[in-house]
């Protein structure tokens, strides 16, 4: 497999440097999905593998994440890579989003990316409400879609109420959506639903923004 997917629509609005999260490669149904969508409507989608992901594909066995200042290292790389002739937004699936989101404020200041896009952000570790990553969140300049579901155990809609996120985040809440945005067959939705409006959220979103 390539070192990167693209997904590249004819006249593109703009750039999504889209990185997976902790479990699952850059081709997960999740990822291969999202990527489409946006393609559909004319977002060019750029995914890449953090250095274990590609390892594991390579066959180095399952590997646990590369430590988050190495995560940051590699995200960083790519953004150099891509920005330039469009719109970059940067994001991911959880981990994928939070390393982004840990770049984007110093990218946004000096005008190398557009937006930060946040797929299911992990909040919290799960069962550990105390263990917050929203420091960073709380005086945050860059402009923010974070698409979560409001059940979400690593951070739910009842809970990220009262983080007090800065006013630059915006939160798109997928009803009775866990962290894949999968709701229960009672609430009348499904998973595809959900997939298609976090694709439509974040398009959106994204052509907001001059340029795009």
Not at 46 to 72: C, D
Not at 100 to 114: E, K
Not at 149 to 160: C, F, H, K, N, T
Not at 163 to 185: C, Q, T, V
Request: aromatic share 10%.
């Amino acid at each position: 497999m390539s070192e990167y997917l693209i997904d590249e629509p004819q006249a593109p609005k703009a750039r999504f440097l889209f990185a997976h999260g902790a479990g699952a490669p850059m081709d997960s149904e999740f990822m291969q999905t999202l990527a489409t969508g946006l393609c559909e409507q004319g977002i060019e989608v750029v995914r890449f593998e953090f250095p274990y992901m590609a390892q594991r594909r390579s066959g180095g066995g399952k590997r646990p994440p590369n430590t988050m200042s190495q995560l940051q290292e590699n995200f960083n790389a790519q953004i150099e890579q891509f920005a330039g002739d469009l719109p970059l937004f940067i994001g991911g699936k959880s981990m994928g989003g939070r390393v982004a989101s840990l770049l984007a404020n110093d990218s946004y200041a000096q005008g190398v990316v557009a937006g930060l896009i946040c797929l299911g952000y992990p909040f919290h570790p799960q069962g550990k409400l105390e263990k917050l990553r929203t420091e960073h969140l709380l005086d945050f300049a860059c402009p923010t879609l974070i698409v979560q579901g409001d059940r979400d155990p690593l951070g739910s809609l009842a809970e990220v109420n009262t983080y007090g996120l800065a006013e630059a985040i915006e939160i798109e809440w997928l009803a009775d959506g866990d962290h894949d945005f999968k709701p229960r067959r009672a609430s009348g939705f499904t998973q595809a639903q959900h997939w298609q409006t976090a694709v439509d959220k974040v398009a959106g979103f994204m052509q907001r923004f001059p340029g795009s």
